[in-house]
C-alpha cells in the first residue's frame, strides 16, 4: 500500500512539473510570436516613414533624420536598432503633430495610416511587456529554478525603446 501511495505521489508531481514546464514553454512562445508582430509592425512604420519622406516636403535637417532612423529601423539587428527606433518614434510624433497644426501637409490616407501604425504598435508593445515580465516571473520561481524547467531558452528582453512611449 505504501509503494502504491509513493508511486502515486511520484506520478502527481511528475505531472505536476509537466505541466508547468509546458506553460512555460507557451508563455515563451507568447513572447516569441508577440515579438514577431512587434517587429512586423515596426517594420511597417519604417517603410512608412520612407513613404512620408518622399512624398512630403521636410525641411532637410528632418529628412535627413527621418531617413537615416528609417534605413538604421529596417537594415540592423534589433540590439542595434534602439536608438533608431526611438529616433523614429520622435520624428514622426513631430510629423504628426506638424500635421495636424497644418505646418507640414501630409496626405490624410498617409496620416491615418501612420496613426493607426503608433495605436497598433503601442498596443503590440504592451502585449510584448506584458509576457516579458510574465516569463520572468515564472521563472523566478523556486520550482522552475530548482528544476531548470526553462531549459536552454534564454530569458526574454526588454528593449529600451519599448520602454519609451511611441
Known sequence: MN???VALVVLIFAW???FSASRLDRLHHRVETSWEHLDAL???RAALALEISHQVD???ATDLILRQSAYVSREEAIVDRNDAERSLSESLTFLRDSAHNGEVSISVPLLDELTNLTEKINLAIAIHLEG???VAKL???FIYR????AGKAKLPRIYSFEEDSL
Open 3 to 5: 509503494f502504491i501511495l
Open 16 to 18: 505536476y512539473l509537466s
Open 132 to 134: 516579458v515580465k510574465s
Open 146 to 149: 530548482l528544476f531548470h524547467l
Open 58 to 60: 521636410l525641411d532637410p
Open 42 to 44: 515596426l517594420q511597417r
Open 139 to 141: 521563472r523566478s520561481k
